[in-house]
């Protein structure tokens, strides 16, 4: 089994930053994508950033320029580094595993509230 552990989320002003961390434990086979989606009040979940084990990153429109997605494979872990945060990037962030084994892992979330 593969635990998600995520932290970094918090309240912010606009145009301020965040960092949000995962770390993964586990059996966790080494081909793999972790990525970050969010869900807004009464919208759903979308994908925010991703990695793959390779290093190849993809972006949402909305965060490409503003954020950056990334990985350490020695410690199972991904990152985003959120800059220019506006509010309407307030949403519950879930970091997202994604084996190529066929196996898909979710952590419980963090909260990141951007105020005006």
């Known amino acids: 089994q593969v635990q998600l552990v995520e932290s970094g989320g918090g309240l912010v002003q606009a145009g301020g930053s965040l960092r949000l961390s995962c770390a993964a434990s586990g059996s966790i086979f080494s081909i793999n994508t972790m990525a970050w989606y969010r869900q807004a009040p009464g919208k759903q979940r979308e994908l925010v950033a991703g990695?793959?084990?390779?290093?190849?990153?993809t972006y949402a429109e909305s965060v490409k320029g503003r954020f950056t997605i990334s990985r350490d494979n020695a410690k199972n872990s991904v990152y985003l580094q959120m800059n220019s945060l506006t509010p309407e990037d307030t949403a519950v962030y879930y970091c997202?595993?994604?084996?190529?084994?066929?196996?898909?892992?979710w952590g419980q979330g963090t909260q990141v509230t951007v105020s005006s």
């Open positions: 990695c793959t084990s390779a290093g190849r990153a």
């Open positions: 997202n595993l994604w084996s190529a084994r066929g196996s898909t892992y």
